[in-house]
């Protein structure tokens, strides 16, 4: 695998923590109660940091001397490497916990695998990460149960919600060349493994929750690649403005 | 210049330095401090965040260069580590005692099954009133590492530090 290469593949890692990250940050002050708002926030954090340690490393391995804000801040759309279930804009509280749902069993099952890849600095963030995440996915498992199994309204809601964003979970669980490139160069995940499992799990939560299992069809695809949707242009320019108008302040 | 100290001696001064978030442990308490090694005649201290996204790390990181500064000169370089990560258990003992008497409850030790999709943390007793009747309100708190919760007897809410 050339470093190049595998450059792309630690950008897609971190670009999907950042990006949801910061997606997350935008609840905070809005939050349905104050425990959610601390808790989406909290989950915030993490990703972040988990997107700053990916891009700090994918920096060192491209080895043109960008640091983890630059990889941050001075990328523009096509540039991104993240999945697009994840810039979804943030809609309704149960639109968010089901983006985070499919999102943070995805990851669980990520770093496990992650952990034992080749490449000692992939499986450092991998085993921190992991940490983090088994309580990400154990809050947003928690709520498709509470809502799910709610109020009749409630139920409405996040099927809906879950049925909106299936049809954006196949990206993330897809191998494409570079994903198989990767995982034949031993520092990868086997997505086909991950994407067994994540199904199971995936049914059994949304079984206590009551609720159907969308049908899996057409995917929207296309992040990994760089071609994304509408949404991420508008995510990226507040995430980025300050940097990029003053691209030298300091704190 | 003073390379005649012990890696030891330095652990001592680092005990020092606090956690700006829970100001009655200090980072060898915490176990964040992961080494202290001398190259020749600079100092490298290794520490390790409890979350990937701690915020207290670069205070940390600067208290430690700040009150190493005194004896060393600039001689001193402090590294992150995130291998082997970073968990609870690396808590002292005298580092829980003091945690429950500020007022957190500490973290239970070797809790086996930190990865369970749903598993029910053991009764966690109230630092305030000491009940074991308490619940769990959200396990996201005011900090990364911590959990709320809520005393029944005392009424108290509390912070808990959770288990990673």
């Known amino acids: 695998m050339e470093q190049q290469e595998k450059f792309e593949y630690i950008l897609r890692l971190g670009d999907n923590s950042l990006i949801l990250g910061q997606r997350l940050g935008e609840w905070c002050g809005h939050g349905p109660a104050l425990e959610e708002d601390i808790a989406l926030t909290n989950i915030s954090l993490d990703l972040i940091g988990q997107a700053r340690s990916f891009l700090d490393y994918a920096g060192k391995v491209e080895g043109n001397g960008r640091d983890e804000d630059q990889l941050a801040f001075f990328r523009d759309v096509r540039q991104y490497r993240n999945v697009i279930l994840l810039e979804q804009p943030n809609g309704h509280f149960g639109d968010t916990i089901a983006r985070q749902f499919l999102y943070d069993h995805y990851s669980f099952l990520l770093y496990s695998e992650l952990m034992k890849s080749a490449d000692e600095q992939l499986v450092a963030i991998a085993a921190k990460s992991i940490k983090e995440v088994t309580y990400h996915r154990r809050h947003s498992s928690e709520w498709m149960i509470r809502l799910g199994d709610g109020t009749e309204e409630s139920k409405v809601k996040i099927q809906e919600s879950l049925n909106y964003l299936w049809n954006y979970s196949g990206e993330m669980l897809t191998p494409d060349s570079l994903d198989k490139k990767a995982l034949a160069a031993g520092i990868g995940v086997d997505l086909e493994k991950i994407a067994k499992h994540w199904h199971a799990n995936v049914a059994d939560v949304l079984a206590q929750a009551t609720l159907d299992l969308p049908e899996s069809g057409w995917m929207h695809s296309g992040g990994k690649k760089g071609v994304h949707s509408e949404h991420l242009g508008f995510l990226l320019a507040e995430m980025q403005h300050i940097p990029r108008s003053y691209p030298d302040a300091k704190w | ?164």
């Not at chain 2, 390379?3 to 308490?29: C, F, G, H, S, Y």
């Not at chain 2, 990560?85 to 957190?104: Q, S, V």
């Not at chain 2, 990364?144 to 029944?152: E, G, I, P, T, V």
Request: hydrophobic content about 35%; proline content about 7%.
């Open chain 2, 1 to 164: 210049m003073n390379t005649a100290l012990t890696t030891d001696q330095i652990m001592q001064i680092l005990t020092e330095v606090k956690d700006p978030e829970i100001p009655v442990l200090n980072v060898v308490d915490m176990g964040i401090v992961r080494g202290v090694e001398w190259k020749g005649e600079l100092l490298e201290v290794t520490i390790t965040p409890t979350y990937s996204g701690c915020p207290a790390m670069d205070v940390i990181s600067t208290n430690i260069k700040t009150i190493l500064h005194k004896h060393f000169g600039d001689n001193v370089k402090v590294l992150s580590t995130l291998f082997p990560p970073w968990t609870t258990d690396w808590l002292t003992d005298d580092a829980r005692e003091k945690l429950r008497a500020y007022g957190i409850a500490p973290p239970e030790k070797g809790n086996s099954d930190k990865s369970l999709l749903f598993a029910e943390p053991k009764a966690i007793a109230c630092p305030t009133c000491g009940a074991q009747e308490t619940t769990k309100v959200s396990e996201f708190g005011s900090t990364s590492c911590k959990a709320h919760y809520k005393c029944k007897v005392c009424l108290e809410p509390f912070d808990y530090f959770k288990c990673i």
